[in-house]
């Protein structure tokens, strides 16, 4: 059982940038990918970025060239960094990991493990 704890969010200005990190506690980390979603009031969660075992990356159309998602394994840690944030970014970022990569990785559904959530809030 794989779990995972979200931190970097909080409140920020449009225009700021934000690194949320995602620490799990299974090893080897290397073994899982890993995705960003979000979640904003009232809203479904919504695929942001996902990173692959071997390290590829995949990005919502619309957060493309905006968020840059990474990965460390040697500190079991995934990062997804944020900027020139807007407003509409406001949500709870949740990360979430599967040892199984599936060809739609944008969908809730196939992602296993999921943490508790990091909120980041986008002033205006």
């Known amino acids: 059982q794989v779990q995972l704890v979200e931190t970097g969010g909080g409140l920020v200005q449009a225009g700021d940038s934000l690194k949320l990190s995602c620490v799990a506690s299974?090893?080897?980390?290397?073994?899982?990918?890993v995705a960003w979603f979000c979640q904003a009031p009232g809203r479904e969660r919504e695929f942001v970025a996902a990173v692959s075992k071997s390290g590829n990356t995949y990005y919502a159309d619309s957060l493309r060239g905006r968020f840059t998602i990474s990965r460390d394994n040697a500190k079991n840690t995934v990062y997804l960094q944020m900027n020139s944030l807007e407003p509409e970014n406001t949500a709870v970022y949740y990360c979430?990991?599967?040892?199984?990569?599936?060809?739609?990785?944008?969908?809730?559904?196939?992602?296993?493990?999921w943490g508790q959530g990091t909120q980041v809030t986008v002033s205006s």
């Open positions: 979430a990991a599967t040892a199984y990569w599936k060809v739609h990785y944008y969908s809730l559904t196939n992602w296993d493990y």
């Open positions: 299974e090893q080897p980390f290397s073994s899982y990918a």
